[in-house]
C-alpha cells in the first residue's frame, strides 16, 4: 500500500505579500513607516494566502481601532501619561561615557529643561561624528579634537610672571603639552602679538612680552588676561573626550560645551551626523522641524534612561505644541500657557490677579471656547459628548403613511 501524501502548502511569493500590503494601504491611512514595517517582517515567513489575508486585515482593523475618537482630550492624557512617570524620576547628574567630571544632566531636571526650553541647558554636549578619512585613525580623530576643544595659554604654560625689573610678562611653556595640542612656540607668540596687539619674543620654551606699560598694576591685570586668552578651538567647547562606538567600530568625539554653527564647519567632521542637546542651536541652524525631532529624541531618552515606558505620541503632541508657530516656546507663563486667548484659561494658570487686572484694562474679551474658562463658568465643556451640538426643528414632524385597511 502506499502511504498517503499530504498536499503541499503553497506559500505566496514576496511580490504578492507587497501587492497585499499595497492594496490594504491604498487610501493611505497607515503611515509609511508602519507599512515598510509590515512589509519585512513579512517577507521573513512563509505564509499562504489565507495566512497574508488574515493578518493584513486584522493590522489595519486594530490601527482603526487605535485611531484617536473626535473630541478626545488628547492633551490631558499627554500630561497624565508623561506627569505620572516623570514622579517617580531621579533628581540626579549622570558620568557619561565613564570619563571623570564628565556628566550630563538626566532625570527630571533634563525633562524640565526640555519643556521649559532653556536657552542655555545646564550640561550642553555634542555628538561629533568623523567623515571617512578620520573616523577609522584615533589619531586623525585626535587631530579634529584639537581643533574644536578650546586651548588657552594656560593650558600650555607651566608658569606665567612677571619680570619687575624689565616690567615684562615671562611664559614658560610646557613644550609636551604644546605639542599635543598640535602647536609651536611661534604660533603662540604670534597669536599673542596679533591678539593684545603688543611686542614678543622667543627664546627656548619661554615667551617674553614687553607691554611698555609703567604700573605694576596694569602689568599684573594683563598677565591674568594673557593667561585667558583662547590660541585655538572653539570659544564654548571646554572638553572633548574620543570615544569609539562599538556598534559602528569607529572613532567619535563628546564634547563639554556646544557650537553648532562653528563645529559643522570644522574639517573632517560629518556634517550630515552632528548632534547637540541644546535644542535652542538646532533650531537657530537647522531650522524648527530639526528642533522639534531633538525635543521628541530628547525625551523619550530621559524617559527611557530611567526605565519608564511613555508611548511616543504623547511626546511628539507636547513637541508639535512648542514648535507649531515656527520658533521653540517654553510649557508655561512665557510661553504656551502664558499666550493663550482666553483671560480666565490664563489667570487660572499663574499669577491671577495681574492677568485679570490686565485684562480689564485693556478690555478684552473671552468668548469661552476652551476646556478651563468652561469649568471656571460651569459649563459644558468643548470635549467628548460636548464638542457637538444637534440642532432640531421640533416643529417639523416626519409624516408617518397610515396602514391601509385590508
Do not use: W
Amino acid at each position: 500500500m502506499s502511504e498517503a501524501t499530504t498536499p503541499k502548502k503553497s506559500f505566496v511569493s514576496p511580490e504578492a505579500i507587497e501587492k497585499a500590503v499595497k492594496k490594504m494601504n491604498s487610501d493611505g491611512l497607515l503611515p509609511k513607516i508602519l507599512e515598510e514595517e509590515l512589509l519585512t517582517k513579512l517577507k521573513d515567513l512563509q505564509i499562504t494566502k489565507k495566512q497574508l489575508n488574515t493578518i493584513v486585515k486584522e493590522v489595519r482593523t486594530r490601527f482603526e481601532n487605535a485611531l484617536v475618537e473626535p473630541g478626545e482630550a488628547v492633551g490631558i492624557v499627554a500630561a497624565q501619561s508623561i506627569g505620572e512617570p516623570g514622579t517617580q524620576m531621579t533628581l540626579k547628574t549622570f558620568h557619561f561615557a565613564g570619563v571623570a567630571e564628565f556628566t550630563v544632566t538626566q532625570g527630571l531636571p533634563r525633562l524640565i529643561e526640555i519643556v521649559d526650553a532653556r536657552r542655555n541647558p545646564s550640561t550642553p554636549m555634542t555628538e561629533v561624528y568623523l567623515d571617512e578619512e578620520h573616523r577609522h585613525d584615533v589619531e586623525k580623530a585626535k587631530e579634529v579634537a584639537r581643533k574644536i576643544e578650546l586651548t588657552r595659554i594656560e593650558n600650555i604654560a607651566s608658569n606665567v610672571s612677571i619680570d619687575l625689573s624689565e616690567m615684562e610678562i615671562i611664559i614658560e611653556i610646557d613644550l609636551d603639552l604644546m605639542h599635543d595640542k598640535g602647536l609651536d612656540i611661534e604660533t603662540v607668540a604670534n597669536i599673542i602679538a596679533k591678539g593684545r596687539k603688543i611686542a614678543v619674543r622667543t627664546e627656548g620654551n619661554l615667551i617674553y612680552i614687553d607691554p611698555k606699560l609703567e604700573a605694576i598694576k596694569d602689568l599684573q591685570k594683563l598677565a591674568a588676561k594673557i593667561r585667558l586668552l583662547p590660541i585655538k578651538g572653539l570659544l564654548n567647547i571646554r572638553r572633548t573626550q574620543i570615544s569609539k562606538d562599538p556598534e559602528k567600530n569607529e572613532f567619535m568625539i563628546y564634547t563639554e560645551g556646544t557650537d553648532f554653527v562653528k563645529t559643522l564647519r570644522i574639517p573632517g567632521v560629518d556634517q550630515t551626523r552632528l548632534y547637540t542637546n541644546h535644542t535652542y542651536e538646532i533650531a537657530e541652524t537647522l531650522g524648527i522641524e530639526a528642533a522639534r525631532n531633538a525635543i521628541i529624541k530628547e525625551s523619550m531618552e530621559v524617559l527611557k534612561a530611567q526605565g519608564l515606558d511613555v508611548d511616543l505620541r504623547h511626546i511628539t503632541l507636547v513637541a508639535d505644541l512648542m514648535t507649531a508657530n515656527g520658533d521653540v516656546r517654553q510649557i508655561g507663563r512665557h510661553g504656551i500657557s502664558g499666550e493663550k486667548l482666553s483671560v480666565l484659561a490664563r489667570a487660572s494658570f499663574e499669577i491671577t490677579v495681574k492677568h485679570l487686572l490686565e485684562a480689564c484694562l485693556q478690555g478684552e474679551s473671552d468668548d469661552l471656547k476652551g476646556i478651563t474658562e468652561n469649568v471656571i463658568v460651569g459649563q459644558m465643556i468643548p470635549l467628548g459628548t460636548g464638542s457637538i451640538d444637534l440642532l432640531m426643528n421640533p416643529m417639523i414632524r416626519e409624516s408617518t403613511p397610515k396602514k391601509e385597511k385590508k
